[in-house]
C-alpha cells in the first residue's frame, strides 16, 4: 500500500463562527487519501464537500480535528500553506470565472510565472499544461479568453492548475453545466490524468455521474458527515432508497436493474455501464451465448 | 484562522431577523428617524453630544435583538482608514471647527501643526464615523429590503407629484446596491480562493512596490468586475422578461399602515436629536 497523503480526523468547520448567521458545515468528518489514488466524494448541495476540500489547501484551517497533506500539518499556525499549494492544486466549481488575462497562454502561465520561473520553463509548462487538456498550444495560446467556448474555458482553468505541476489535484464539480459531448471529453481528459499523470485525484461531485467510476474509493457526505465509504461499485449498487436518504439519485442503469432485481428477475444489482446491464439482462433472460453489448443491440 | 472569510466582516447590507420593536416598524418611518438621526450625528460636534448618541445608538442595537458585537464587526475592515484619518486630522488639523474654543498648539515642526482642536477633530470624527456605520447596520439589519424599497418610495412619493422626481427608480437603485453589497464579498471571496488555489500572492512582496501590488490585485478584480457586469446584465434581461415598467401606475401587494408604535418612535428620535443638537454642550 502507499503512503497516506491526505489525513483528516474529526474535523469540524463552522461558516460565520461567532455572527448569528452561524451555520455548522462539518460536524466530525474522518477522511483519508493515499498517493496515486482517485477518490470521489459526494454528497447532495450543502453536505459540507466543498468545505471539507478547502481544508485541503489550506484555504480553511481546521477549527477542531486534525487535517494533514502530505508533510504539512495544518493545525500549525506556521505551516507554510504557499508551499502546500503549490503541491496540492484546487480547481473550484466554474473555474471559468476565474480566467483573467486577455491571452489563453497568459492565463495558463499566471502560476508558473508566480513560482518565479524561467520564460523557458514557463513556456514548456504551458505547453505541456495546455497540450494535456487536448488544446493545441500554437493553436491556442494566443487567442483572446473571451472568444473561447464554455468548456474550452474549463480546460484552460484545469491548465491553468495542472501548469503548477501539482501532486494532487482536487476538482470541485468538474462536470456540473457541461453538454454532454464535453462531459465525455472531460471525463476522457481526467482519466488521462490519472493514466498518464500519476496524479492523485479528489474529484467533488453531487450526483453519481460517470466521472465517479474512474474512482477507487467512493465517500458519501449528509450533513457534515461521512456516512457511507467504499468502492463505485459498492455505492452504486446500494438501494435506490438508501441513496436517496442522502439526497443522491442513482444512475439510470442502477434503478433499472434494481427494478428489475425487486420484480424477481435473477439480475446482479451492482451492474454501473449501459453495457454491463444489458449483459447482465440477457445473461438472467437466458439469452446468453454471444456478449451482448448496446452497440450490438443497437446496430441490428 | 478565517483569512479568507470575507462575509463575516460585512454587516451592511445584512438582514438578521429577530421580530424586535425595530424590526416591526413601519418602515417609512423606520427611515425618518434614522435620517433624523443621521442628521444629528452629523451635526454634533462636541464630546458629550457624541457620547449621548452612543449610548443612544447602543441602546437601539439592543432594543433590535442583534448582537451588538456582530453590528461592531463591521468596523473592522474600516480600522486603518479611521487609522490613517485621525493621524492626519492631529498632525495637520489647524483651524478650529467649532468656533469660539480656542486652540492651543501642542506640537510644531515643519509642515506637521498639532493643536487640540485637531485630536478633538479626530476623536469626533472617530465617533462619527462609528456611529453612522452602527446606524446603518441597524437600518439594514432590522429592514428587508422589501420594506426599504417601499419605504424610500413612500417617502419621495411627494417631491414624484410635485417635481417628476424619480422615486421609484431611485428605490430600486438603493434596493439593489444594498442587496448586492453581499453578494459580492460572496463572490470576491470565491474569486480570492480560486486564485490562491494556482499560486496568486495577495501582494506581500515588497512593501513599497506599488505597480507590483497593485498588479497583483489584477486576478481578482477583473473577473469581480466582470461577474458584475455579468449579474447586471442578467437582472436586466430577468426585469425585461417579467415586462417590469418601472413605477408608473402600479398598485401594492403589500400597503403599509402606520401605528402609534410608529410615531412615538419617530418623535423619540427627533427630540433625541433636538436635545443633541440644541443643549451647549460643555465640551
Known amino acids: 500500500m502507499s503512503e497516506v497523503v491526505v489525513e483528516v480526523r474529526g474535523l469540524e468547520h463552522t461558516y460565520m463562527r461567532g455572527t448569528p448567521m452561524e451555520a455548522p458545515s462539518l460536524k466530525g468528518v474522518d477522511f483519508d487519501v493515499r498517493r496515486g489514488e482517485t477518490v470521489a466524494l459526494l454528497g447532495h448541495t450543502g453536505c459540507g464537500k466543498s468545505t471539507l476540500v478547502q481544508h485541503l489547501n489550506g484555504l480553511l484551517r481546521p477549527q477542531k480535528g486534525r487535517v494533514r497533506v502530505l508533510e504539512y500539518d495544518l493545525n500549525d499556525p506556521k505551516v507554510d500553506v504557499k508551499a502546500l499549494r503549490r503541491r496540492v492544486a484546487l480547481l473550484f466549481q466554474n473555474p471559468e470565472a476565474q480566467l483573467f488575462e486577455r491571452y489563453v497562454g497568459d492565463d495558463v502561465a499566471f502560476g508558473p510565472r508566480q513560482l518565479g520561473l524561467s520564460r523557458e520553463e514557463v513556456r514548456a509548462r504551458v505547453r505541456e499544461a495546455l497540450e494535456a487538456v487536448g488544446l493545441g498550444f500554437e493553436a491556442f495560446k494566443d487567442r483572446l479568453t473571451f472568444t473561447l467556448s464554455g468548456g474550452e474555458k474549463r480546460r484552460v482553468a484545469l491548465a491553468g492548475v495542472l501548469a503548477l505541476r501539482p501532486e494532487i489535484l482536487v476538482l470541485d464539480e468538474p462536470l456540473a453545466g457541461l453538454d454532454p459531448a464535453g462531459r465525455r471529453h472531460l471525463v476522457e481528459l481526467i482519466r488521462r490524468l490519472k493514466s498518464e499523470w500519476g496524479l492523485t485525484l479528489i474529484l467533488v461531485s453531487h450526483d453519481l455521474e460517470d466521472v465517479v467510476l474512474l474512482a477507487d474509493r467512493c465517500f458519501v457526505m449528509a450533513d457534515g458527515r461521512v456516512v457511507l465509504s467504499g468502492t463505485p461499485r459498492e455505492i452504486f449498487s446500494q ?8 439526497g443522491l439519485q442513482p444512475p439510470a442503469v442502477t434503478a433499472a436493474v434494481h427494478a428489475l432485481a425487486e420484480a424477481g428477475l435473477g439480475v446482479r444489482r451492482d451492474c454501473l455501464t449501459v453495457d454491463e446491464a444489458v449483459s447482465e439482462i440477457a445473461r438472467a433472460l437466458g439469452m446468453g451465448g454471444k456478449p451482448w453489448t448496446s452497440s450490438s443491440c443497437c446496430a441490428t | 484562522m478565517d483569512e479568507f472569510e470575507l462575509l463575516r466582516y460585512v454587516t451592511v447590507g445584512q438582514y438578521i431577523p429577530t421580530g424586535s420593536l425595530i424590526h416591526r416598524l413601519d418602515p417609512r418611518f423606520k427611515l425618518a428617524a434614522f435620517a433624523v438621526l443621521v442628521g444629528a450625528v452629523t451635526f454634533t460636534g462636541s464630546y458629550l453630544g457624541n457620547a449621548v448618541l452612543l449610548v443612544l445608538i447602543v441602546g437601539l442595537v439592543f432594543l433590535s435583538r442583534v448582537p451588538l458585537r456582530y453590528v461592531l464587526s463591521g468596523l473592522r475592515p474600516a ?13 495637520l488639523y489647524t483651524p478650529d471647527f467649532t468656533r469660539g474654543t480656542n486652540c492651543t498648539t501642542l506640537f510644531q515642526f515643519w509642515i506637521i501643526h498639532s493643536t487640540t482642536c485637531g485630536v478633538k477633530l479626530a476623536i469626533v470624527s472617530a465617533a462619527r464615523f462609528v456611529e453612522l456605520l452602527m446606524l446603518t447596520s441597524l437600518l439594514t439589519l432590522t429592514t428587508t429590503t422589501t420594506e426599504l424599497t417601499h419605504g424610500i418610495e ?16 431611485l428605490a430600486l437603485i438603493v434596493t439593489i446596491t444594498l442587496r448586492f ?8 471571496e470565491r474569486i480570492v480562493k480560486a486564485q490562491v488555489s494556482r499560486g496568486a500572492d495577495l501582494g506581500q512582496r515588497g512593501r513599497l512596490r506599488f505597480i507590483q501590488q497593485t498588479r497583483a490585485l489584477l486576478p481578482m478584480l477583473v473577473p469581480l468586475f466582470l461577474g458584475a457586469l455579468r449579474r447586471a446584465e442578467e437582472l436586466i434581461l430577468a426585469m425585461e422578461a417579467r415586462c417590469y415598467m418601472g413605477g408608473k401606475g402600479r398598485t401594492r401587494l403589500i400597503e403599509l399602515h402606520s401605528t402609534r408604535q410608529d410615531v412615538v418612535a419617530l418623535f423619540v428620535a427627533v427630540l433625541a436629536a433636538a436635545t443633541v443638537l440644541l443643549v451647549p454642550w460643555p465640551w
Open chain 1, 239 to 246: 438501494p435506490p432508497a438508501r441513496l436517496a436518504e442522502f
Open chain 2, 79 to 91: 480600522l486603518p482608514v479611521l487609522l490613517l484619518l485621525a493621524a492626519l486630522q492631529i498632525l
Open chain 2, 154 to 169: 413612500r417617502l419621495f412619493a411627494p417631491l414624484q407629484q410635485r417635481f417628476n422626481f424619480p422615486a421609484h427608480e
Open chain 2, 181 to 188: 453589497v453581499p453578494t459580492f464579498a460572496e463572490e470576491l
